[in-house]
């Protein structure tokens, strides 16, 4: 890996100002970008680390705060650590807000946020990729079916929902979908039942998707997120080799 430079960045979007985090290699060349989703949990520590990690494997991420509208990060007054304890008192600030940002929204706001990665200087012409986490996981599969032209490849690592019987289920954008996907579903996830990971299968299939998605037997939802006690190491450097493979083959 390389060494990366982050920075705070603003992103002026159709209905405000999104703040967010820009990080790439430190070596003044330009980069594949990729846009990755937060959780519901929002822009922290976390993510950062995340995020310089793909920067060190050369790549340049943008982190937006898909919560702006409710106010800049950190929105929630999180612990260092989030034990199952503390979350249902944090859900119940959490939940209202992540309602609020509807598909609509969140593809207006996408739209933003691509254009800013096409207007840096640390940005390689050429389309991305976006990869999400959690609720991340539904706006990376949206974006891929709202702007294909840019977007080469989406990934989606323990995410909820993503193929519900409702009119507005990310699953139902496959047929406009051109990048090659990639799911990691976490085992036993109340969010993602078994219907629905076939429900998403069947869609993909059916719109000749390439794509490849995976359940990660033991793992629980979250397994990602080294902040939280649902952190599981080994789900999580599965998850990394399969993103990295992902973005070799696209870039």
């Known amino acids: 890996m390389t060494a990366v430079q982050g920075t705070a960045v603003d992103i002026p979007t159709e209905d405000g100002t999104a703040d967010a985090y820009l990080t790439h290699p430190a070596d003044g060349a330009a980069h594949p970008a990729v846009l990755l989703y937060m959780d519901a949990f929002g822009l922290r520590p976390r993510l950062r680390s995340m995020a310089d990690r793909l920067a060190g494997e050369g790549y340049t991420v943008l982190v937006p705060n898909v919560f702006y509208r409710h106010g800049r990060a950190p929105l929630f007054d999180l612990p260092e650590f989030i034990d199952p304890g503390a979350r249902p008192e944090i859900f119940e600030r959490i939940m209202p807000v992540m309602r609020a940002l509807t598909p609509e929204l969140a593809m207006r706001d996408a739209g933003a ?4 990665l096409a207007e840096s200087p640390a ?3 050429g389309p ?19 702007y294909p032209e840019r977007v080469a490849a989406a990934a989606g690592f323990h995410g909820g929902r993503l193929a519900t019987d409702t009119p ?8 406009e979908v051109t990048a090659e996907l990639y799911f990691g579903h976490a085992d036993q996830d109340p969010s993602l039942p078994e219907e629905q990971i076939e429900r998403l299968e069947e869609a993909l ?23 939280t006690a649902s952190y599981d190491k080994e789900a999580d450097e599965r998850h990394w080799s399969a993103l990295l493979d992902l973005l070799k083959r696209t870039f």
């Open 113 to 116: 946020y691509l254009r800013r």
């Open 123 to 125: 940005v390689a012409d």
């Open 128 to 146: 991305v990729a976006v990869t999400g986490y959690c609720m991340g996981a539904r706006l990376s599969l949206f974006t891929a079916g709202t």
């Open 168 to 175: 507005d289920s990310p699953h139902l954008v496959a047929g």
């Open 205 to 227: 299939t059916a719109a000749g998707v390439r794509h490849r998605c995976e359940v990660y037997t033991g793992a629980p939802h979250g397994f990602t997120q080294a902040d």
